[in-house]
C-alpha cells in the first residue's frame, strides 16, 4: 500500500528550527516529484516547496524562499523540509505529496498521486 507519511511537526517559538521528514512506502520515490504543502485553518491548501526526481530542481513559494529547503534522499526514501527562521504566518499543518511527473511539479494541489496525512507546526504569535 502507498503511503506517505510526515513527521517532525511541533511547536517552536518565533526564529526558530524545525526539519519536518516525509517517509514513502510503498512506491518507488525516485520516480515522483514531492511537494509540500500547507493548510492554516479556515485556508485554502497552499504549495511550499517541491523537488523534482533527482533533487537537481526544487522550487519555492515567495512566503518562505530563503527560509525553507526541501531535500531528499531516494535511498532511504525519505524527502525533508528544513524550516528555519519560523514565524506565525507559518502556523500550519504540512502535508507532502507525490506527483508522478518526475522533472518538477505543480503549485496547486491537483494531479499528485498520493498524500500524507500531515503534520501540525505551530508557531505562537
Known amino acids: 500500500q502507498e503511503q506517505l507519511v510526515e513527521s517532525g511537526g511541533g511547536l517552536v517559538q518565533p526564529g526558530g528550527s524545525l526539519r519536518l521528514s516525509c517517509a514513502v512506502s510503498?512506491?518507488?520515490?525516485?520516480?515522483?516529484?514531492i511537494s509540500w504543502f500547507r493548510q492554516a485553518p479556515g485556508k485554502e491548501r497552499d504549495f511550499v516547496a517541491a523537488i523534482n526526481w533527482s533533487g537537481g530542481r526544487t522550487n519555492y513559494a515567495d512566503s518562505v524562499k530563503g527560509r525553507f529547503t526541501i531535500s531528499r534522499d531516494n535511498a532511504k526514501t525519505t524527502v525533508y523540509l528544513q524550516m528555519n527562521s519560523l514565524k506565525p504566518e507559518d502556523t500550519a499543518v504540512y502535508y507532502c505529496a507525490a506527483h508522478p511527473y518526475r522533472a518538477t511539479a505543480p503549485t496547486a494541489p491537483l494531479g499528485y498521486a498520493y498524500w500524507g496525512q500531515g503534520t501540525q507546526v505551530t508557531v505562537p504569535s
Open positions: 510503498g512506491f518507488t520515490l525516485d520516480y515522483y516529484a
